[in-house]
């Protein structure tokens, strides 16, 4: 009630702008609602009202307000660009305040580490960071939590899970996509996020995984400024992303900009299986087109080995065009129910492939085209799947700022060495050939515990058989010849 009573007033629930598009039967209901607007809160544009809106009803709706501004392609360049500050220019708390919350956290005077402290540089929706400087010399990033900032999460969230619980109830249409689910996934990482003893652990994690690619780098942890309500950073050098100087690099340089940050994502997601699920501009600085630095560790998302390989066989699917294979990888998976037809399901996957891949990102509608995948997941049955809520999200904000790098952006052609070499590495003749290698490995080590440890039953079945031991000792080494076989047939591709 509260939200819609606050989305209500600012003419943000069912903006008067919008009445053109609505179907006429629901126009009078739509100026009943937009007849509770207060006439000082609907002055201004759509994207400032629902900017206002989200800051008003606090962390949890600014969150929200943050995905949507990385989607201009379906919202509107002006629209994004109107809730923009949400990213990292909300009204900051004050210093004195930071100060009291670091010197409570890590238990020193501040004067003890920082030999300077300065004013908020950014202040987002759980934290503001200050610049500082340590004892000998480095300047250093401090992130502080908002003071009272667990109630009001909390007090977000449980308004969230009443609304997926009334929506699970109510809209039967909407049972598909678990509502339930998916908040309970974005609570747990908004819990995640209210100690930064645990974002300085992923910040760590992460620094050590993008370190293996030159596409992205993370600050270092200075832990001695670590607490549960401070985190402390080496400095990121460059521009945050969401700087109007960035507009003045040349379109190479954006371009390559972007072509970082998708490769950057998918490396994390499919070499390492844990990547930044927050990739928005406000996180992102840049140093002219040489180096992207992330900040923000507070979201990081996990993929199991299965999962990895699921993503990667689907997005080299779509890159090759085999909407055969990534049909059947999704039956594999379990994402759509098997009582579907695997060709049928690839020939609506071709309908949304073929008129995007290859494309630039201006000449395909992103509103169009995720209308169209959300009525095939609707034909064929298919469920959200709670465990790539955050892949999905981060996937969302990264294509959005590679977007708003580059309007002309190629998505498959950025994406297209990093899926290539990761199918080369996991899915080639070296890895066909370590695979099989390794269940021979198991298979001997399966027969030698078996000859040396015989479970009861089997002892009476082999004394009553008096089973021969050569034929234990030919059976060995038929496995071994083969396995050497193998090695010799797969030599000169090894080689290569």
């Known amino acids: 009630m509260q939200w819609g009573w606050v989305l209500a007033r600012h003419d943000a629930l069912i903006p008067r702008e919008a009445n053109s598009l609505i179907p006429a ?16 809160l609907r002055a ?16 949890v709706a600014i969150k929200l307000g943050q995905v949507l ?46 030999s300077q402290f300065g004013p908020a540089v950014g202040a987002a929706s759980l934290a503001q960071a200050h610049p500082a400087y340590l004892a000998d010399g480095r300047k250093v990033a401090v992130k502080v939590l908002r003071p009272g900032i667990e109630k009001k999460v909390h007090q977000g969230l449980d308004a969230m899970r009443l609304g997926a619980g009334l929506v699970d109830r109510l809209v039967e249409p909407a049972r598909r996509l678990e509502p339930r689910a998916f908040v309970e996934i974005i609570a747990r990482s908004l819990q995640l996020e209210l100690d930064m003893r645990l974002e300085a652990a992923a910040a760590s994690e992460l620094a050590e995984v ?34 109007p100087a960035m507009a003045q690099l040349s379109e190479q340089e954006r371009n390559l900009l972007a072509d970082k940050v998708v490769r950057a994502f ?36 996990r993929l199991g080995p299965a999962e990895r390989r699921y993503l990667a066989e689907i997005l080299w699917g779509f890159i090759s065009r085999d909407y055969d294979r990534i049909s059947r990888i999704h039956f594999e998976a379990g994402y ?43 034909l064929f049955d298919m469920h959200l799947r709670p465990e790539l809520v955050l892949l999905q999200k981060t996937m969302v904000s990264v294509e959005g700022v590679a977007r708003r790098l580059n309007p002309d952006h190629d998505l498959w052609e950025a994406a297209k060495p990093v899926v290539e070499r990761w ?71 090894l080689l290569g």
């Open 423 to 493: 199918i080369r590495r996991e899915l080639g003749v070296q890895a066909q050939a370590k695979e099989l290698l390794d269940d021979a490995r198991d298979t001997l080590k399966a027969l030698s515990n078996l000859a040396q440890n015989p479970p009861q039953s089997q002892t009476l079945i082999v004394e009553r058989a008096r089973v021969p031991t050569w034929v234990v000792v030919t059976a060995t080494v038929s496995a071994c010849a083969s396995a050497a076989a193998l090695i010799l047939t797969l030599w000169p591709n």
């Open 44 to 59: 201004g544009r759509p994207g400032q009202r629902v900017g206002a809106a989200c800051e008003k009803l606090g962390p």
């Open 336 to 378: 759509v129910p098997p009582h579907h037809s695997v060709d049928t399901f690839a020939q609506a996957l071709r309908a949304v492939g073929e008129p995007v891949i290859g494309r630039a990102a201006s000449q395909v509608s992103m509103g169009r085209l995720l209308g169209q995948l959300f009525e095939i997941t609707a």
């Open 69 to 114: 501004a990385t989607r201009a392609d379906i919202f509107g360049l002006q629209f994004a660009q109107d809730l923009g500050h949400l990213k990292d220019k909300l009204p900051p708390f004050s210093v004195e305040e930071a100060k009291r919350e670091i010197e409570r956290s890590i238990g020193r005077p501040l004067d003890s580490l920082y």
């Open 266 to 301: 998918l490396v994390q997601a499919l070499d390492h299986g844990v990547f930044h699920a927050d990739l928005h501009e406000g996180n992102l600085f840049a140093d002219g087109s040489r180096k992207v630095t992330a900040i923000d560790f507070g979201i990081v998302g």
């Open 25 to 40: 039967w629901s126009r009078p209901f739509a100026g009943l609602v937009q007849a509770f607007s207060s006439r000082r």
């Open 210 to 243: 993008m370190g293996k690619d030159d596409y992205m780098s993370a600050p270092g942890v200075i832990w001695d400024g670590v607490g549960k309500r401070v985190l402390t950073l080496e400095w990121a050098d460059g521009l945050p992303m969401t700087d």
